[in-house]
């Protein structure tokens, strides 16, 4: 929680006019933040410490990934269709995850 009000106290008004980058960034984290949580029991002497730097990483991936996502959904939006772009986008996310979980279940 602390890490996600210090991030959007400092970065908060970067992330509107560099949503790509900021929308990238957020993604390397997010990749980060979920290597740090396959890593985390392989060391038992740093576990907290390694799931709390997780934790801090993927708050950040929160307020970066929805700030971003807001305003890239605004750019889509051509005709005043915000909710009907943002809807469809939610769609095809939970979509591809499906076809992720379908696919894992296989292999």
């Not at 909710?83 to 696919?103: C, F, P, R, W, Y």
């Amino acid at each position: 929680m602390i890490g996600r009000i210090v991030f959007a106290w400092l970065k908060g008004t970067d992330l509107d006019c560099n949503a790509k980058k900021w929308r990238l960034v957020a993604d390397i984290l997010n990749d980060i933040a979920l290597c740090l949580d396959l890593l985390a029991p392989i060391f038992p002497v740093l576990f907290m410490t390694i799931i709390c730097a997780s934790s801090v990483t993927k708050s950040i991936v929160g307020v970066a990934g929805g700030a971003t996502r807001a305003a890239i959904v605004q750019h889509q939006a051509r005709r005043d269709n915000m909710a009907d772009v943002s809807a469809k986008d939610g769609s095809q996310e939970t979509m591809v995850n499906l076809a992720g979980l379908i696919v894992g279940l296989i292999l």
